[in-house]
Every structure is written in structure tokens, then in C-alpha cells.
């Protein structure tokens, strides 16, 4: 059973993580960063100790977690001796193979949320993906995300993947269209405010309705009234112009054949 | 004082306002609608009369709520006589002198919401948009609307027609991302509902953060190696993929300055 941890990085993931974790009663031996005053901030968070320093980390913990830019990742890595150690990351777009070469008892530790330092979120509500390079780190892994979620799941490299790219869709681009909707009122002086009802009930829809059925719209039923009057009304803004046509475009095409 | 309504049109929005109004103490006179079982089911729900004949429509409300869509509109208001009488759209895309003509008494009643038969919405949440003729008409429409809901606003036409085209983005333009990202998955055997609780972080996100602000992901750093495995994973979903690339380099332009 993991009781100790040792966190190596210290971004909005990893310290949403550890702050769980801690919550849940596993010991944090230590945090890492590059930068010290990232690591000592969040180690004060968790009542730890910290390092900045790569040969100083403590690799004592049943598990140390990697939660790093993928670049950073593979650097450090290849600096430490990890042999025997149970290690994992928390990289949605890499395989497990990359920790493969380091030791062999590794795995993936993978919430699927997009975390910010301005927003708690409940770790409970959060999806947990864990792949093992065997059945018992598997195991292993999953115990003890059930602590932190009700939602575990085990899934391949490849489905991992899949979900971070989806992730991408429904969550970056979905914000942008929020981002250029502001934009869009703005010009006209609107209060972006106004929009918020919508764009909750846009999200709470497809909790209940498959996507595809929950489509409304202009773009849908291909209504080129409205169609060629909003991109009218956007004639000096060509950008959104553009991004309005091509999205029209992408959304009658996929319900063209219903 | 408004006390009483006849509603022209039995669609989503038709049903879901005639629900409110009728819950607010409003007395629907009639509901009138091409199809006569649209009009006979939603006159049922109201525990009213209903006609599919345009020459029996009631005119005797204090106010009649046209909620059609736009081209039926223009064609119905030609063979009524409505002078004298008051009548509103709730059209977010007709500027309000599409009504002018027709009766100098004369407004928009928009409700901004997406309305679909099986979702209730909790109408008090929903802003009511409000454009009078007059500030005497004004003042009703605004009265009534404030029976209906705590969001009452009075805007331009143009500002309507901005939140109308703003809508498409934050509402029907985001869940076709949504349905992107089911598609992306979908593929390799994952469930949906594991992307649900970032969907509702990434709306719930935007009620306190601006959403330029909020955005994070590969696309706001430019991370070409991220992208272009995204890119690499897309690559025998050609849609997918051009898609991919068009909302990334709009979302890199949006930032570039930062």
C-alpha cells in the first residue's frame, strides 16, 4: 500500500494534487521544482520539505510522481536513479513506455481536469486514469486514487491519449469560443455577463444529452438567412468571420446526413 | 399593466415561455401555430384554446408574443390586422422594426437561452432582453419580463443581434467541440463521461474568470511537440485534424501578444 509520496514538480497539477493527497493521509516526503520559490511555496502548502537541487531528491517514498512539461520530464529523468523505485506521471500525452528505460515498476497517474491556481476544484468529482506496467503497480496505483476520486479508471496509453487530445475539444477550443463570443458582445458594449446562463445550460445539456443530439442552430439546419447575416454583421471583423464559416461549415457537415 | 397574452408560435421557446408566463399569474388567451397538434399539445400544457387558422387568431390579449422563426414571421404579420394592438418578437436576430409597420405598438421580448423539449430551464435565470418602441412600452415589456425572471435587460437591436451571433458561439459552436471530443474517443472505446467533469470546470471556469484569462493548453504556448502529436494522432481523421489546426492557430494569434 503506498503511504508516502514524493512529488517532483510543483505547477497548478501538482499542487491540486498533493493537496489531496495530503488530504487523504499520504505522507509528502519532499517536493521538487526547478525553481526553488515554486518548490518552497508549495511544500509549505503540504507541511514539507523541498528541493530545487536534482541530486538532493528523495527518492525514499513508496512512490515518487512526476507531474512535469513533458519536455522537462524526459531530461530529468535520465538524472536520476530510479531502478526499483516505484515511479509515474502524470502526462496525458505521453506513453507509459517513456519511464520504461527508468525502472521497471512504473505506472500512470492521470486526472483529467484542467486546473488553475484561482480555482479550487474537488479532486473527488475528478476522472483518475491509471495504466501499470503490471497488474500489481496497477493495483497498486488504483488503490490509492479510489483515496482521492470516486472515479478511477484503467485505461491504455492510447486511450489516455485520446482523452487528451478530446480534452483539447471540450475544453481550450470550448474556452476560445467563449473567448471570442466576449468579443463578439463587447464591440457592442454587452455585458459578457448576459451569456453565462447560456453557456451553462450549453454544458449541463450534454451531461444528460448525447452532443450530436443536443445541437441546435443556424449551422445545423444550414439557415442561410441568419447564417449570411451574422457574417454580415461580422464584415469588419475577419477573423471571427472566417472562424465562423469554417465552423458552420464543420457543424453542417457532420449533421448534413441526419 | 400586461394580464394577459396570446402566443403565436408552439415551438421550444413558445412552450417553455408560455410555461413561465403562465406560472407568473399571465392569463394565455390562445396559442396559435401552423400545425395544429404543436398548437393543440402546448394549449393543453397552458390549459388553453388553440387555432391553426391564421384568421382565428385572438387579438384581444393585451399583448401578443410572436415566437416563430424569422422568414414564418415576416409572412404571418402581412395577414394580420394588428394595428392598435401590442405585439412583441423574440427573435434575436430581427432588429425591432420588422414590427413597425404592423403596429406602432411594438417591442422585443428575447429570452437568451437555448430551449429544448427535454430539458426543463429555470426560467428565473434566464436573461430577458427588452427593446420598446417607446419607453411607455418599454416600461411594460420590462414589467412583465421581471415577472419571469431576476436578468431583465434593455438593449438595441444591435446588441441583440450581437448576443444572438455571440450565442451561436458560446452555445451551438461549443457543443459541436463537444461532439469533436466524443468523436475523439469514441474511436478508441473510452467513455465519454469521463470528459464531463471538465467540461463543467471549464464552463464553471469562465462564471468567475474572463475567458481570455482562463485559457490554458497547448495551443496559448504554441507547444509544437504536443500539437504535433495531436496532429500525428488525427492523422485518418483528416476533418478532425484541419479543424485542430484552425481553432490552434486562432487561439496562438489571440495570445501572441501576451
Known amino acids: 500500500m503506498i503511504q508516502s509520496v514524493t512529488l517532483v514538480g510543483a505547477g497548478n497539477l501538482a499542487t491540486r494534487l498533493g493537496s ?3 488530504q487523504a493521509g499520504i505522507e509528502i516526503l519532499q517536493v521538487y521544482s526547478r525553481t526553488e520559490e515554486s ?3 508549495l511544500a509549505q ?4 520539505g523541498y528541493t530545487a537541487n536534482v541530486d538532493d531528491i528523495t527518492l525514499s517514498a513508496d512512490l515518487t510522481i512526476f507531474a512535469l512539461k513533458d519536455d522537462i520530464l524526459e531530461n530529468l529523468l535520465s538524472r536520476l536513479d530510479l531502478q526499483g523505485k516505484l515511479i509515474a506521471h502524470t502526462a496525458g500525452s505521453l506513453p507509459m513506455s517513456v519511464l520504461a528505460g527508468h525502472s521497471e515498476k512504473h505506472g500512470v497517474f492521470y486526472p483529467l481536469q484542467t486546473f488553475s491556481k484561482q480555482r479550487e476544484v ?3 468529482e475528478i476522472p483518475i ?5 503490471n497488474a500489481e503497480i496497477e493495483d497498486e496505483l488504483s488503490e490509492l486514487a479510489a483515496k482521492l476520486s470516486g472515479k478511477v479508471e484503467r485505461i491504455t496509453s492510447d486511450q489516455r491519449q485520446s482523452l487528451h487530445l478530446a480534452a483539447v475539444f471540450v475544453c481550450n477550443f470550448v474556452n476560445h469560443f467563449y473567448y471570442l463570443g466576449h468579443e463578439v458582445v463587447q464591440k457592442y458594449g454587452v455585458d459578457f455577463e448576459l451569456l453565462k446562463p447560456l453557456i451553462q445550460e450549453t454544458a449541463g445539456k450534454v451531461m444528460e444529452i448525447d452532443p450530436f443530439e443536443a445541437q441546435t442552430g443556424p449551422a445545423k ?3 442561410e438567412t441568419i447564417i449570411n447575416k451574422h457574417l454580415k454583421f461580422l464584415s469588419d471583423q475577419p477573423e471571427l468571420k472566417e472562424i465562423y464559416s469554417f465552423v458552420s461549415r464543420s457543424i453542417f457537415d457532420a449533421h ?3
Chains 1, 2 share one sequence.
Open 122 to 124: 474537488d479532486f473527488k
Open 20 to 22: 489531496a493527497l495530503k
Open 221 to 223: 439546419r444550414f439557415d
Open 129 to 133: 486514469c491509471i495504466e501499470g506496467a
Open 45 to 48: 502548502i503540504l507541511g514539507t
Open 39 to 41: 518548490a518552497k511555496t
Open 256 to 258: 448534413k446526413s441526419e
